[in-house]
Nanobody, 124 residues
Framework: QVQLVESGGGLVQPGGSLRLSCAASGFTLGYYANTWFRQAPGKEREGVSCISSTDGDTYYIDSVKGRFTISRDNAKNTVYLQMNSLKPEDTAVYYC?????????????????WGQGIQVTVSS
């Protein structure tokens, strides 16, 4: 059964850190480009960061550059999003996704698999 399961979300104060994990089952995550998306209340879903399959090239939207880091552990079939210096505007439901093209070609590219999402709330 193909599945992506996120974990690591929660409530954190501004300036704090969280690490999101996305564990895959039923397929090999490293053969896919892996993207983290987020959707804040009342806003459209946006791509946050992507890591390509073969080269492991990483990409970030401007608002998270220098604060977020995407990585992948192929042995654990898991992709991570380390989030530092969190701001209230980072509050959203975060989703991981996998694209079989293996290439990070923009956040509007259709994804093959999606996780169920996990809440991240940044508030004092």
């Amino acid at each position: 059964q193909v599945q992506l399961v996120e974990s690591g979300g929660g409530l954190v104060q501004p300036g704090g850190s969280l690490r999101l994990s996305c564990a895959a089952s039923g397929f090999t995550l490293g053969y896919y480009a892996n993207t983290w998306f987020r959707q804040a209340p009342g806003k459209e879903r946006e791509g946050v960061s992507c890591i390509s399959s073969t080269d492991g090239d990483t990409y970030y939207i401007d608002s998270v550059k220098g604060r977020f880091t995407i990585s992948r552990d192929n042995a654990k079939n898991t992709v991570y999003l380390q989030m530092n210096s969190l701001k209230p505007e980072d509050t959203a439901v975060y989703y991981c996704a996998a694209d079989g093209s293996g290439i990070c070609s923009g956040y509007t590219t259709p994804q093959d698999y999606w996780g169920q999402g996990i809440q991240v709330t940044v508030s004092s």
